[in-house]
């Protein structure tokens, strides 16, 4: 399984921006598929995930703001960003769970949230 990451940027604090993650390969060995940041200086934390029925689960403080989504036809996930904030500056990274290959990551796309 690959992960290619993009749109992430540079938006003012109370934006928008939109994430993708196009998966190829083995897809049909995922079962759950989450984004992930880390900030400078922080641990890795989770963002949100979906399972392949659409179920979503979201951390705290991203709950109301961002919401998951995914298109299975197109192997794309989406990760849609409302109302950012700085604390929200982070490299977002795209995860891919397997059952042939385990935990899959993408390369990352950074988002800054300028105050």
Do not use: H
């Not at 179920?55 to 995914?70: C, E, L, P, Q």
Request: aromatic content about 10%; charged content about 15%.
């Amino acid at each position: 399984v690959q992960l290619v990451e993009s749109g992430g940027g540079l938006v003012q604090a109370g934006g928008s921006l939109r994430l993708s993650c196009a998966a190829s390969g083995s897809t049909s060995s995922i079962f759950l598929m989450g984004w992930y940041r880390q900030a400078p200086g922080k641990q890795r934390e989770l963002v949100a995930t979906i399972t392949g029925s659409g179920i979503t689960n979201y951390a705290d403080s991203v709950k109301g703001r961002f919401t998951i989504s995914r298109d299975n036809a197109k192997n794309t996930m989406y990760l849609q960003m409302n109302a950012l904030k700085p604390e929200d500056t982070a490299v977002y990274y795209c995860n891919a769970r397997s059952f042939v290959q385990g935990w899959r990551w993408g390369q990352g796309t950074q988002v800054t949230v300028s105050s």
